[in-house]
Structures are given as structure tokens and as C-alpha cells.
């Protein structure tokens, strides 16, 4: 069905990606939902790809959520997004790292802003000089971190133990992939594939022996929409979003879904739960929902790191399907034990999601 | 059923998949006039109730015609058959007849209890 | 008058019809036209609108006409080269043939939109999605099928796809797509009376004679539903079909809509030739269509003395209108060459 003509515009939109000595910017959120993923990320690039990568802490939020919500005005945004250039500064590197899919869209924003309004970047210098005394440079690169997977997925490949092929039948699993509404559809040109058929996730997917599913809603928003999840009056209008694309992808039966934004992963993995508690819906054929994984789960999943280190049991739709189906070796005694050793206690069971 | 005190909003696009067309069907083999309709609003411009109210043919028609009815009844009942929708029609659309005619239609389908 | 040599680049309908104007009048005339065949675009039409004339039989009748003793015809030779020197004009093909003449209509008419361009609407990605030019194709098969060879039970049109568009850099509006489409939904009805068809609009322009009564028709007789609103994205569905976003702008609502087939109503642009050969004589007007003169002062002269216009080369015109210029610019032509001794 046309990948010729996909492939054309994958290669419309390419861009830089920096090779080595990165500065990561952890998510001010995501630990919260998906505890693994980062200290996953940190690994692979470190062990696998030999890279160096600092993880200061000294790090802060960019001020996305608040940004977003209407609440932290943008010029506070600017300086702050200023500072965390400054703590890259210090660390003498320039290619910028942000783990967070809206992080990584404010910070082309600024930019962005500051190319065209240069009086910006002169007020901003002034107030983080006021507020902290420092000074900065803007970076040199900016990649999302799925961006830099994908970079290195071949390379990433040799080094798997495992790949997306059902064991049992020899097919590629199905794999929906969902990017971030500021990955790619606020500018562009700073992603892979462009707005309309990004590559990021497609590129690791099919690298990796999967197969892409594309259903008529898959460019649709999950919905997070910061301020309307975040007050309850609008959280059902929110969830409405989540759940169009989840009844527009049933029919495909996809054997999990891939995204690379902490907000997408956690709306895509908790509303499968909401819904199914408050309307008794879910949108695979045995009631458990289809389960999400992270860009880096999946990737350290391949590469045979444990899936109790890399955060795959704090799901709300379990994830043993997606191991099962790969022929993962996993101790499922193990799922809830902590990494002291001492068992951490199973959660509360939903009443219709079948866990 | 768990009620976290909020619910799930009800899309309002218009699904043209699931829309029952057999209505309007109804509708044009009553008044054959009403296919001649494109829309053009002068209809509504002139309506004496849209002055005041919410109404206007223009609306209710393409309403109807992509099968909304959900707030149609109420809205209908703000006609008051003056009939100048009707003079100023150019292309001869009998809208007096258009509006009586939806009305029967959807009073029919409320009376027998259908689910609009 | 004769001795006289004018060289017609194009051998569509506007360099045909010029052509057959002027030898009548004793001129010599060489037409180069770069396909094997004449004809232009109206090669692949099967009717014409708004009256649906016999599209190969008004071809036919063209290129009779253009079948004349002082019209000397070359097909398969592509221009590269287009140069005034003193008061003649010299050519050159890309087999490097060098051919001299008098005065040079340039009539080198328009290319579709590719819509490739607009990715959103899936054209080359998605089956079923065809252009204009396409769907006119299967109509000279004399059927229109999905590529699962069914009948399509519901099929749309999507009009102004590359016109009126900021993002493609066409702002214009090509003119005749409206009551092109128009006519496309009506062939399609009469073909398969059974079946739905949507038509997705932002202005219905029926600027012509009939052109109106034909746009009633195809509501009134044919039951063809217009729905005020552009397409945003098409994507394929489970089953094959094509999902179509929309908005019913009339309603004030959002609109959903499965169909089996997408007709992109594509529009016109400047052909290669034209951006070519008007650039080489800085006759290269907006959206790299050729300029005249001006359209109320001499639209078939340029400033260069010698070299005419004529056809879809300056700007996007129906069949009758590129007739009717064609011929004009031919009484230019002679005008010209009565002066110049």
C-alpha cells in the first residue's frame, strides 16, 4: 500500500542528530509513571553504544506542564530553559538532551523565538543573570532521546537477544506507534518523518523485526492537553481523545502500542483502565487491554535487560503478553519484589480490566 | 460502573457512517422542492424568528439532512410559518412546506418512541 | 505574407487551433509538439464540459482542421532552447535540432497538480485514491472500479486540491475544476445510479454558461451531496475503505466519512516547458506562467517583438476559452508579420 511514496517523505524531513557527548534533561514526571525508562536509556547509550552522556542533578523542569497549563508565563519558561542550558554549559557539552517530548517542544520554541526575536535572548541573558548570576550558550543540537535510538537502531540490533517476532508463529507483532503531538507537529522539520508519517518510532519498529499498523487515527492527539486533563471539568473531554484512537486501532488487534512521550505512554496505558472501570470497555479480545510500552522498555527489552529493572510491572495493562509473545525469559515470582529484596505488595485488582 | 465524578465526553462530529439518511428521504419525496437547496442562508438572513431566537431554516435543514436530530424538535418549534423564507428563496424551495414536513416527521418518530 | 515562417510550440488545442487559423491565410507554420501525438490533455478527456461533448471527436476535428498543406508538423521534439536574434527567432530541440522562424506563439499549455504533494491526502499511498485526471481515465474504460475491482457504493470528490493552497504556493484558483467535478459526479451517477456521491467544496464556481443549471442537475436529478468543507486527511481503514475528516462548515460540525473511493479534483500549473522557455525571455509571469502583455491591454503579445501567447501557458483556462484565445492570437500574429516586411 504505497511505502514507496512513505519512504520519499521520511526522507524529506531529516535532520541532525548529534553523535556523542550528550547532556540529558530528566522528565520532571516521568520517573512518576514509568520508572525505569531513563536509568534504562542511561544504560544503553553507556554500556551498549559507548557513549558519554551527563546526568547532572542539578537538573530542573522546563516549566512544560506550567507552560502549558497556563500558568508559568513565558518568559519565566525562557529563563528557566536558559538556566538548564547554563548547567549544560557547565558541564562543557553541547548537544541537549531532553528525555520529555514537550520538553524537547519548548525547547525548540525558545529557540525558535530567539532566532526571530533576538531581543528575547538579550532579555532572557539579563534575567537568569539577575535571578542566578549565570550565564549561557544555546546548544549546538537538540535530539530527543528517541531520536538518538532510532540514530543507532542498527547498531542496537546486533547487540539484541531478542526481536519483535511472535515465537510461536514466526510473524512480525503488530506494533502501533503513537509520537508526541510536540515532537513533531509544532515544527517539522526538527523531527524525523515530519508530521504526517514520523519515522522515529516506524524506523525502530521495522528495524527491529515488527510490523507498523496504520489505522485511520493515528495521528490524533491522545489527549493530554495539559489543562484538560489536569482540572476535572474537562478530563472527560480529555479521556474522549484516548479513546477514539483505542477503538480506531482495535480492529488491527496490534500486539502492543509504542510511543515516545511521557504523557502519550501514561494516557495510552491508565485510560485503557479509566475506561474500562467507568464504561466496562476494553479493546482487545480477552478484557487486559493492549499494553504500552515505552520507546527505551522496548529497547532494553530486546536487548534482554530484566523487565523488573526497566520498570515493565508499574503498567497498568500488564505487559507479560508482549514477553510471552516474544519468548522472553522473565521470574514472574519476582515482579513485585523490590530491588532491596523485600516484596513491595500487589496493587488493588480493577473490577473489569482483566490483569 | 465507577463514577470519579466526571464522564467520558460523547463526540459531536457528525458520522456520516452511522447516520440514519432514510429520514430525509421522507422528507424529499414529500417536498421535492427541498433538493434544490444550496445553502445560501437567504432564508435565514430574513427569517422573523431568527431575530430573536436561535432559528433558522438554513440550519435545521442541513441539520436534518445529515441526520442530527437530536435538538431539532425544540428548535423547529421557533417557526412561525410566516412564509418569508419561502418568497425569498431563489431557487424555489417551498421551506414552509420543508418545516411542517420535518415536524410531522420527527413527531412521528417520538411518538412511536424511536431514538433520534 | 507567404514566405513568412511562424513556429508553434505545442501542439494542443491552442497551438492546433492557431495553426489552422493562419495557414488559411497563406502563412507557413510549423507546430512542435514534444508527446508523439497532438491533442494535449484533452487526449485522455472522454467528454467535455459543460454541454458533455464527444471529447475525441472535438479532438479529432482539431487536429482535421490543423491537417493543412502550410502547417508543417514535428512530434516528439522537446524545446530547450528559445532565443531572439534580431527580428528572427531561433529554436533548438534536446536531439539538437535548430529550427529559425518569424514569430513563435509560444503554446506549450499547463501540467495537473501532482498531488503527491499534498501527503495528507494519501494520493500513491493509500489504494483508491485517484486524481481527477485518473478518474477521467477510467471513464474512457467505460467503468470505475476500486482496485479490488468493485463498484464503489459511496465515493467523494475533494475540490481545490493544489489551488487556493498557501501551502503548495498555488494561491489561484484553476478555474474549472468546480464544474469539472461537477461533471465527473454526474458521469459517475449515470454510470452507477445506485451509488452515493459526496462532493466537498469551499465555493461551487459555476462561471459559465449552463454551468449553474448543470450544478442544480447533478443536486436535484442525481442526488449528488455537497458538503461545504475541506478534507483534512484521508487514511485507510480496516477494511480497505478510505476514512475522510472534514467539516461540515454549514452545520457548524465536525464530519466523519468511510467511502470506497477519493477523487482528488486536482488543479492547473505551469508546465516545465513553459517555466523553461518563458524564463529564458523573462516573459516568466506568477506561479511560473508565461506573461503577456496584460490582460486588458495585449494578451498575446510579450514584451519581446515576435513571440505570442496563447492557451493555458499564461494562466488556467477551459477548452472553449483556450479556442477563443487561440484564435486571437493568431490575428496577432498576422498583424505582426503584415508590419514587419
Redesign the interface.
Known sequence: MGMEIKKQYWNEYQKEIAQDDYFYERSCIRQTFFPGSEATFLNILRDELGKKIVDDPKIHTCTGIGYHSDIVPFDTTMTICARLFSLMNGAGLKNYVPSCVTSFGIFNEVLDTWKHYPEELEKTRVNLRKATGREFEVPDNIAHPSDIIYNFRKQLKLKMKYQLVNRKTGKPLKVVEHIGCHYSKIFAEKSIGGAEFPHVLAGMIEEWGGEVVDYPERRHCCGFGFRNYLVMANRGYSVANSKKKFESMKPYKPDFILTNCPGCAMFMDRWQYTIAEMEGTTYDENGKGIPVLTYEEMTGMLLGYNPWDIGMQVHQVQTESILDKIGIDYNPQDKYVGVSGMFLGEPEKPTNLVV | MKDWGYKISIPRIIDLDRSDTSLYKQLVSKVPSAMKCIMCGACSATCTASNHTTFSFRHCHILFKRGQYSRLSDELDKCMLCGKCNLVCTQGVNTRAVISTMRLILSDMNNRNIAL | MSGKKIIIIGGGPAGLEAASHLARQNYQVTILEKESETGGHIKNDMTLFPDFADAQEVRKGLSDRANHPNIELKTGICINELVQEGNQWRIKSDNNEAITGDAVLLATGFEPFDA?RK??L?Y????NIITSVDFETKLKEGKILTTEGNIPQRIAFLNCVGSRDEKTGNNYCSRVCCVNGVKLAISFKELYPAAEAYFFYID?RMNGQQYEEL??TS??KY?V??I?GRIS?A????DHKI?LKSE?T?????????VDMLVLLVGIESSKSTRLLAGQNNIRGNYGFAESLGVNRNDYQTTKEGLFLAGTCKRPLSFQETIADAGAAAIQIMDYLEKVK
Open positions: 503527491r501527503e495528507e494519501g500513491g499511498i493509500y489504494n461551487m450544478y442544480r443536486q436535484e442526488g451531496t455537497y461545504r486527511e487514511a485507510a481503514t480496516f476514512q461540515d454549514l452545520a457548524g460540525l465536525p464530519l466523519k466519512l468511510t
